[in-house]
């Protein structure tokens, strides 16, 4: 009976000992880091947003600005052609009626010159 009573008693222990034995569980992260970390997590991701909004934004001031710009050259350019073509219209009138001028002094030249002939031949 001795035996058999040691071979109990280490049954029993060893069932005590199995249901003592605890498992190890992982301990959880404080809530207050988490919280921190997902509220960083939102932050960045409202950063990243406004700073794609603003570059949309840039680009569409810079588009605006380069379009206005090309305006006004073209503009700038379309009224420098008239002034040319004006100054142009002006030169060649100047140098008709220059022309003009020089036929007729020509002309009442070559009229003098021929009365002043004949009254030569005339006497």
Do not use: F, H, Y
Not at 110 to 117: G, P, S
Request: hydrophobic residues 50%.
């Amino acid at each position: 009976m001795n035996t058999r009573s040691l071979a109990i008693a280490a049954l029993i222990a060893l069932s005590l000992a199995a249901c003592s034995k605890k498992e190890e569980v992982a301990a959880p992260a404080p809530t207050p880091v988490v919280d921190a970390a997902k509220e960083a997590a939102d932050k960045a991701a409202e950063a990243a947003k406004q700073a794609a909004e603003a570059t949309k934004d840039a680009a569409k001031d810079a588009a605006t600005a380069t379009k206005d710009a090309a305006k006004d050259a073209a503009d700038a350019t379309k009224d420098a052609a008239k002034d040319a073509v004006a100054a142009a219209k002006d030169a060649a009138a100047a140098t008709k009626e220059a022309g003009k001028e020089a036929v007729a002094n020509t002309a009442d030249a070559a009229k003098e010159a021929a009365d002043k002939a004949k009254a030569a031949v005339g006497k």
